[in-house]
Structures are given as C-alpha cells and as structure tokens.
C-alpha cells in the first residue's frame, strides 16, 4: 500500500495532516480558539455564531485533507496535486481574501506564503514526478 512513497510525496502529506486532523478535532471541539490560530479577530472569534458557521470550514478542510490521503493511498498522485493547487489556489486564497476584509491582518503573510506552496507543489506536479 506505501510501497510508493517517495520524499516528494511528504508536502502533500504534511499539508494533509494538520487539515484533516486539526480541522476535525480543533475546530469541532474549540471553534473559538480555532478561529483565532486561524486568523479571525477576538471578536468574531468569541461569536457563537461565527463559531456555528466555522464548523462547515471545519467539515471542509477536514475533507480536503481526507481527500488527499484517500488519493495517496489509492495510488493517484496527480489527484493529490491536483487536490493541492485546489486546496491552496481556491480555498487558501478565498481564505486569505476572508482574513484580509475581516481578520487579524498580521496572519496573512505566512497563510499566503503557506498556500502558496500548497498550490505551487501541486500545480507543478511534484507529488506525482518522477524526476530529480
């Protein structure tokens, strides 16, 4: 099943992990501190109505995680890039676009860094090269 594995493939892997298993677990279980690491302002953060909304970001970033280990164990590593240039070239940016117009600004610059390599691995197709 991981007889595969590659080094190239750890970026995907690593950006999977916290997604699927910190978006499920942190943000189903403590949405108010979920909000603030994720960059929203104290004041949002403590909205149990942003915290009840956050819970569908929760659903999607945990399935976009489970999504890239499904692939990756099936053996499709085009469908892991290809799940990675969507995970940070729409969600990231829409993300980041969110933090801008109501968050805590001061995030930014690692977030878009962050999904920027997300989208840039996938995009580039690293995941599934053989080359280098």
Request: hydrophobic share 50%.
């Amino acid at each position: 099943m991981l007889d595969h594995f590659s080094w190239r493939h750890i970026p995907a892997l690593l950006s999977a992990t916290p997604m699927f298993f910190g978006g499920l677990i942190h943000g189903l279980l403590k949405p108010q501190a979920a909000l603030l690491t994720w960059g929203m302002t104290e004041e949002i953060a403590r909205s149990r109505e942003a915290q009840i909304v956050y819970y569908g970001h929760t659903m999607r970033t945990s399935t976009l995680g489970l999504l890239v280990f499904a692939l990756y164990l099936q053996g499709n590593l085009t469908g892991v890039d290809t799940t990675m240039v969507v995970m940070g070239g729409y969600c990231g940016i829409a993300d980041v676009l969110t933090i801008w117009y109501h968050g805590n600004k001061s995030v930014i610059p690692v977030r878009l860094l962050s999904v920027l390599c997300i989208a840039g691995w996938g995009l580039a197709g690293m995941t599934a090269s053989s080359s280098l």
